[in-house]
C-alpha cells in the first residue's frame, strides 16, 4: 500500500470512526454505513480527481489490504502463520 493510500484509508477510516461511532455493524445494514461515509468519499475524490464510484472501489480494495496486512500480523504474533484452521483447532486440544 503506497503512502498516499494509506492515508486516505486513514482519513476514512477516522471519519468512520466518529460518523459511525453509536451503530452496531453487524445489525446496521452497509447500505446505510455507506451512505455516512458518502461525504468524506466525495471531498476526497473530488481533491484526487476521481469519480465517487472509483473511491468507493479504491476504499473497499484499501480496506480490504489492510485486512489481511492485520491478519497476517496477527498470525506472526501468535507464531501460527501457514498453520491451517484445522491444524489450530488440534493444537487447542
Given amino acids: ?14 471519519y468512520a470512526e466518529e ?4 451503530i452496531d455493524p453487524q445489525k446496521t445494514p452497509v447500505s446505510f454505513q455507506l451512505e455516512t461515509l458518502k461525504p468524506v468519499m466525495q471531498e476526497i475524490a473530488n481533491e484526487e480527481g476521481m469519480s465517487l464510484e ?10 480490504s489490504e489492510a485486512g489481511v ?6 498470525q506472526d ?3 501460527t502463520a501457514g498453520t491451517s484452521f484445522s ?3 488440534n493444537i487447542l486440544e
Wanted: aromatic share 4%; net charge negative.
Fill in 77 to 79: 504474533d501468535l507464531g
Fill in 1 to 14: 500500500m503506497t503512502e498516499k493510500n494509506a492515508k486516505i484509508l486513514q482519513r476514512i477510516n477516522a
Fill in 87 to 89: 491444524d489450530l483447532a
Fill in 54 to 63: 472509483d473511491m468507493f472501489i479504491l476504499y473497499m480494495d484499501l480496506a
Fill in 69 to 74: 496486512i492485520a491478519e497476517k500480523k496477527l
Fill in 19 to 22: 460518523k459511525l461511532a453509536d
